[in-house]
Structures are given as structure tokens and as C-alpha cells.
């Protein structure tokens, strides 16, 4: 039995999908489903049932529960979030409360963390164990994964546990998260109802307008790392996940533009003065330690990518996996 937490949610749910599709089926999903239409993400999903956090933990510690493995894709994730307290006990306790469970019992242990937790960047975007305790994150909810990541590397779990940090992940699934959904599925729609993006203004110098630039990853590539982890089970530690190419927000926007068969219409706007002292000008994995440990797949060129999302799924008349 595999547990997959957040498995109604965004990337969770690819999860889930892609489970099943290698004929897994012994799913427990685990996820609050609330008022956002999170459910459509599991209609056709292969699952034993589908619980709360809370109940997860009751069956764990009862013992009417029993994974071979937990996929902990869970979390609040709006980095917006201002509520630290919230973010502290989900982010952060919750996840404590996972691992102490798996250490304990031998049970294999993948969970979420971000590329928030490297702040602006100033001390590189490597994921060795020396530099995490070092790193400085610029919002709570970065630093709601931080305390963890820098918990299990000092009570000595990493060597246990695979801690995955995100970069800029998008694709299929994301549709129920509003703000927080990512920079294509808002772009396309601004397309489609405009018939432009609108990109922020650069307030740095020696960098233009739209030239920002980020680690853009697709949700399929990063599912085949976790896929990957749970077979390679000798495998643990703390591990960037991401393209590993820095591409700008220019770049992204004329792939969108590209796959629709548009020529590109780019507005260029102020960055909101209530972001723009901590927005990043630069994000990129290192993928140097996920490589070491024997990851060999190629992730998938942007502009690939962006198209196979924007038609294969928001095009679509059902765009979920």
C-alpha cells in the first residue's frame, strides 16, 4: 500500500495518475477536498480510499494502516500565505509527524519541499547539506519548508527520507489554484481573453523588461523523479528538482504564444510594490547531487513542454490528467 498526501491536489494528483498507469492501484489518497473543485483531479483515479490528514495519522498510529511507502506532496502552498502558524503546523509539523512515522517503521519517505527555501538566491541554488542551514527564505511559507529540511538534516534523517525541492513546476491538475496556479495556465487565459500577456517590468539594472528568468519544470518530469525514487529505495537525501536551464519569462510567453499558432503580444507592467523588494530576478537547480545519485532521464525543452500542456490540456474540453 502506497500513501500518496495531497494526492487530490496539483502535483499529488499527477502522482496518483501516473501510479496507476504503472498498473499500482493499492492507493491511499489523502487530501482535504474542499470548495475548490480539487475532487475532479481523482474521478478516474485507482484508490483503496481517500482520507484526511488527520485520519492518516489516527491509522498510522492505530495500526490499521500500514504503507510500504508515503508520497508527501501535502502542504500549503500559496507563498502568499501570511498566516505563519498555519503554515508552521502543515508545512512543517505535520511533516515532522510523517517522517518520525517512517524512520521508525522502515517505511519509504518522499515529501515536498521548494526552491523558496533558497531566499534571492545570494548563496547559490545548491542543495548540499552545509549550505541548507545557512539559507535565508524571504516568506513564511519558504521558511515553513526550510525548518524541516534543516530539522531532518540535523537529526541526521536525510540519510532516511528524500526531500524534493521544487522549482517552477506547471501543468496538468493545477486548474483549482487560483493565485498560485502557475505563470502558463494564467498567461493562456489571458490570451484567451485578451489576446496578450502581461509580463512584469524589470526594476533591476542591466536586466530588460520580461528577462527575468526562472526554472521552469513540467509536472511529468517531475513525477518521473518520484516514480523513480520510490524503485530506488538505496536513494535518500535532500534533491533539487528542477529543468536545471534558467529560461526567461519572455522565453515562456513566446512558447505560449508559439503552441497557440499566435504572433506574441507582450504588455509590460509595473512588479506590484508589495513584491517587488523580494521578487527574483534568477532561479535555477542545481541538478548536480540528483545526478550523483543516478537520475539519467532528460527533462523535456520548454517549448516542448508548454505546448503539450497547452494542447494536450487547456485547449481541451477536459483538460485533466
Known amino acids: 500500500m502506497l500513501v500518496v498526501t495531497g494526492a487530490a491536489g496539483f502535483i499529488g494528483s499527477v502522482v496518483v495518475a501516473a501510479l496507476n ?7 491511499v489518497a489523502v487530501d482535504t477536498l474542499g470548495v ?7 474521478r478516474t483515479r485507482s484508490l483503496i480510499d481517500i482520507m484526511s490528514p488527520e485520519s492518516l495519522m489516527e491509522g498510522l498510529n492505530g495500526g490499521s494502516i500500514k504503507p510500504t511507502g508515503i508520497v508527501h506532496m501535502g502542504a500549503i502552498s500559496d507563498t502568499l500565505e501570511q498566516d505563519a502558524d498555519r503554515l508552521l503546523e502543515m508545512n512543517t509539523h505535520y511533516t515532522r509527524r510523517l517522517a518520525e512515522y517512517c524512520v521508525r517503521h522502515g517505511v519509504r ?6 526552491a523558496s527555501v533558497y531566499g534571492d538566491g545570494a548563496l547559490g541554488f545548491g542543495d548540499s ?7 535565508l527564505p524571504m516568506n513564511a511559507y519558504g521558511f515553513s519548508k526550510w525548518l524541516f529540511d534543516a530539522e531532518a538534516i540535523r537529526k541526521g534523517w536525510t540519510d532516511k527520507i528524500v526531500g524534493l525541492r521544487f522549482f517552477n513546476v506547471f501543468g496538468p491538475n493545477e486548474y483549482h489554484k487560483d493565485r498560485g496556479a502557475s505563470v502558463v495556465f494564467h498567461s493562456y487565459g489571458q490570451i484567451r481573453d485578451t489576446g ?5 517590468e524589470s526594476h533591476r539594472d542591466g536586466i530588460a523588461d520580461g528577462e527575468q528568468k526562472r526554472d521552469f519544470v ?3 518530469d517531475v513525477v518521473d523523479v518520484v516514480l523513480w525514487l520510490l524503485k530506488e529505495s538505496k536513494v535518500s537525501g535532500i534533491f533539487n528538482v528542477g529543468s536545471g536551464k534558467a529560461r526567461s519569462f519572455n522565453d515562456l510567453a513566446n512558447a505560449i504564444f508559439s503552441a497557440l499558432g499566435k504572433e506574441p503580444n507582450i504588455e509590460y507592467i509595473p512588479t506590484p510594490e508589495t513584491i517587488r523588494d523580494h521578487y527574483q530576478y534568477f532561479t535555477e537547480a542545481d541538478m548536480s547531487r540528483l545526478r550523483a545519485a543516478g537520475y539519467a532521464r532528460e527533462f523535456h525543452p520548454l517549448e516542448d513542454t ?4 497547452v494542447n494536450g490540456y487547456l485547449t481541451q474540453p477536459n483538460p485533466y490528467r
Open 109 to 114: 519517505f518522499i515529501y515536498a519541499s521548494s
Open 36 to 42: 475548490h473543485g480539487k475532487f475532479k483531479n481523482l
Open 129 to 135: 547539506d552545509a549550505v541548507t542551514p545557512k539559507l
Open 218 to 220: 513540467y509536472v511529468h
Open 306 to 309: 508548454v505546448a503539450d500542456y
Open 196 to 200: 496578450k500577456i502581461r509580463l512584469f
Open 21 to 27: 498507469a504503472g498498473g499500482e492501484s493499492d492507493v
